[in-house]
Every structure is written in structure tokens, then in C-alpha cells.
């Protein structure tokens, strides 16, 4: 039987009506849903494209004064000029210049990363020649940086302070990297590894050299990283321990001038030993009174993962290799705590709001049902179900993830779904 004045819609319908293939079409895209369901990448954020960078401009030995008067202001001027540019801040450090760019909502994430290199490299002139600065280096940041995990050291040991666990985290670094799906492993809080320099004065003065001299050619050999300042009567400073300057050896081993013809090294005019950076932060692990109380210091470990990767999956793998380690590359001394873990967090929120997915797809069947009957019940049931599959099959296949913005998305979509079924009716 023919319809004239069906249209497109009508007609298409019709169509699928009369095909036999139509049920194991319904029945296909029921099994794709289930499918995308358990194989689509879990995470607490969406996957956002942040439109910003950091740009590092290494000042080799120039203090925070002169970096920021000569490169991070100016630097600041020229990337303002950028079209997009939401606003530039900058950070100054000793032989360093931070700066962060941050572009228009809108404005796509290559494109962005493009000009800001073509700007940077259109004004290399922007600094005087001969001046010392090095090439900028750009950073982007993005929902990724964030990290999944990160875990808590600390000890009841009063014996083990910050320095030991923060040589305890750098071992765990190297193995936690080796899990499927990470991308960057750091440590937070740590005071750091430096070697320490106690100086003689009257060794000094017998071999003609300074204080002020000795730390010229110390900061030059480090390449400018940064290092102590002069304490305790000028008799003592501390070197950040660096890819120049790795221990005691390569410090005693420098020589700070002649004398008589004669090379005069760190080691005859200092005791160089190593030891820690003089504390600039401390973080600390605090214990609810069920557990014991009191506070100890801490050090943190973060892990971020990488783009399209399973949150919950990488943060399981990243505890399990945790466990392994226990006893071995972490001493038994050496408690963790779980302080984030987002792929546990990412899973419970995802189970719960697929659980209201579900719950307020057959609230509007039940209240179609006693509303309008069986038949059109099932009509709005089946064209609800089949429709939220196809679009997580559709969304696992463009690279979508599940998070609480894209099912927050699918449970506000039932509403239009559910009226359209009924106009269908």
C-alpha cells in the first residue's frame, strides 16, 4: 500500500517498517552501546582544549632582578601583541624567565601553539645581542597536566626526614614510568639534592682566593642553576645539585684559581660533602587520631596520564606497581598514603550516573506507560535505548571519553528524545 502524503521521514519509516533486517539492526545497535560502554575511556575531566603554554627563556647566572627587567617584561610585550591573546603573565626565577600565555576561549589549540612560535621567532631581536639569553623553550598545558594520581610518603621513622624520602620517590619515578598510559611522574616538596660547600678562610687567603670569586666560578660551572647564598659568616654555601655539578667529586674537583703557578682546586680551600638544599618549603602528613595522630614530614608524588588513555585502568596499574615496590625500592620505614586517586573517582561517578541514565530512561517508559499504554511505552523505550547506543558507540569512535560532562549530556538529551518519541506516537 502506497502513502502520497508521506514525506521523507514517512517514507524512510515506512521503509524500515517493512524490512526484516530492521530488528537485527535495533538488535546491532544495542550490542555496539554495551560494547562502547565498557571499552570507552574513563576519566573525571573531559578531554578540553586549553589554549595555553608556558614559555621558558633560560637566563644563564643573571639573578630574578635583571631577568625580569631585561626578559621577562619585554618578553611580555611582544607576546601581548599576538591576535587571540586572552593575557600574558610572567614569573621570574634566578636564570629564568616563566611565562605563561593564555589564548581566547575559541581559538584552536594548533593554531594557537603555531603563533605563538612564529611570533617568537619574528622578533628574535627583540633582546640585544651578546646578551646571554638562550632559545625559548614553549611548553603547552593542557586537561592532561593534571594529575590522576599522586601519592603521599612519609614515616613514623624520626630518623627518615624529607631528604630520604625524596631519594625514595626519585627510585620510584623510573618504575612508575614504565606503566602502560602514564605520561609524567614528579616529585612535590622535596628540599632537593645539593652539594654543600663549608669554606676555610684561612686556607682561602693562603691560596689568593675569594669568597665572592669562589662563588663566581661555582655559578659558572653549574651553568647558572641556582645555588645557596653565602651563609653562616661566608663560610658556607649550597650548590643545587644539577647535570653540571652531580655531586661532592664534581664540586672538589673545580679549580678556583692559580696560585704560584699552581692550580688551586675546591677541595684544598673547602670541605665539599653532600647534602640538601636549606629548606625553602616543608610539607607535612598529617594522621586523624584513629590512626595515631601527629604530623610527619612528607613528600608527594604526581602522575598525570596520557591523552585518551583510561583513567581508571592507568590509575589501577600505577597502585598495583605501587605494591610491588613495597619493601624493595620502598623501605618498609616508608608508609603511602593515596592522597588522589581520579581514577577511582572518575569510575564511581561514571557508574552512578549511568546508574541514573538507566534509572530515568525507565522512569519515562513507566510514566509513558500508564500515560499513554503498552504499545507506546515500547515505542518510546526502544527509540530512547537504541538512540543513547548508537551515540556512545558514535562518541567511543570519534575518540570521546566518559566523563560527568558527556553523561550529564546524554541523561538531559532523554527529555527531547522522549518527546519526539511521543510526537512519533
Known amino acids: ?93 634566578p636564570g629564568l624567565a616563566i611565562l605563561t600565555v593564555q589564548f581566547k576561549v575559541g581559538v584552536p589549540r594548533t593554531e594557537a601553539l603555531v603563533r605563538l612560535h612564529d611570533t617568537l621567532r619574528s622578533n628574535t631581536d627583540w633582546l640585544p645581542k651578546n646578551l646571554g639569553v638562550m632559545e625559548p623553550i614553549i611548553k603547552p598545558k593542557g586537561i592532561d597536566d593534571v594529575p590522576i594520581v599522586t601519592l603521599t610518603l612519609f614515616s613514623n ?58 662563588q663566581n666560578a661555582l655559578q659558572s660551572a653549574n651553568l647558572g642553576l641556582p645555588m645557596g647564598d653565602l651563609i653562616h659568616g661566608n663560610r658556607s654555601t649550597a650548590i643545587e645539585a644539577g647535570p653540571f655539578l652531580q655531586d661532592a667529586r664534581d664540586v672538589a674537583d673545580l679549580v678556583v684559581g692559580v696560585h704560584n703557578g699552581k692550580p688551586v682546586f675546591m677541595r684544598d680551600v673547602a670541605v665539599v660533602q653532600d647534602g640538601a638544599m636549606p629548606a625553602a618549603r616543608y610539607v607535612w602528613h598529617g594522621k586523624s587520631e584513629k590512626s595515631g595522630g ?87 523505550g526502544v527509540a530512547v535505548i537504541l538512540t543513547l547506543t548508537v551515540t556512545l558507540f558514535a562518541s567511543w569512535a570519534w575518540g570521546f571519553t566518559l566523563n560527568r560532562v558527556s553523561l550529564f549530556a546524554l541523561i538531559f538529551s532523554i527529555g527531547i528524545l522522549v518527546d519526539d518519541a511521543i510526537v512519533v506516537v
Not at 603554554?53 to 611582544?78: H, R, Y
Not at 614510568?177 to 669554606?199: D, H, I, N
Open 157 to 214: 621513622d624520626p630518623e627518615t626526614g624529607a631528604v630520604d624520602l625524596e631519594r625514595v620517590a626519585h627510585s620510584m619515578e623510573a618504575d612508575l614510568k614504565r606503566v602502560s598510559g602514564t605520561r609524567e611522574v614528579q616529585t612535590v616538596g622535596g628540599p632537593g639534592r645539593a652539594v654543600m660547600v663549608e669554606l676555610d678562610p684561612a686556607r682561602m687567603a693562603g691560596a689568593g682566593v675569594s669568597a665572592s670569586g669562589m
Open 1 to 93: 500500500m502506497k502513502h502520497p502524503h508521506l514525506g521523507i521521514s514517512g517514507r524512510i519509516a515506512a521503509a524500515f517498517q517493512k524490512a526484516h533486517i530492521t530488528p537485527l539492526l535495533a538488535l546491532m545497535a544495542l550490542l555496539l552501546g554495551a560494547f562502547a560502554v565498557l571499552v570507552t575511556p574513563r576519566e573525571e575531566e573531559p578531554q578540553i582544549n586549553v589554549t595555553m603554554a608556558n614559555v621558558l627563556i633560560p637566563f644563564p647566572g643573571a639573578s630574578v632582578a635583571d631577568v625580569e627587567q631585561m626578559v621577562a617584561t619585554p618578553a611580555e610585550q611582544v607576546l601581548s601583541q599576538m591576535a587571540g591573546t586572552d593575557h600574558v603573565m610572567s614569573l621570574s626565577r
Open 294 to 380: 601527629g604530623e610527619y614530614p612528607a613528600i608527594t608524588l604526581s602522575i598525570t596520564k596520557k591523552s585518551g588513555e583510561n583513567a581508571i585502568d592507568v590509575a589501577n596499574a600505577v597502585m598495583r606497581r605501587v605494591d610491588q615496590l613495597r619493601n624493595t625500592v620502598i623501605p618498609e620505614a616508608v608508609e603511602i598514603a593515596e592522597t588522589r586517586n581520579y581514577g577511582a573517582s572518575a569510575d564511581a561517578k561514571a557508574q552512578k550516573l549511568i546508574q541514573k541514565l538507566l534509572f530515568a530512561t525507565a522512569s519515562v517508559v513507566a510514566l509513558v506507560f500508564l500515560a499513554l499504554g503498552k504499545r507506546e511505552a515500547a515505542i518510546v
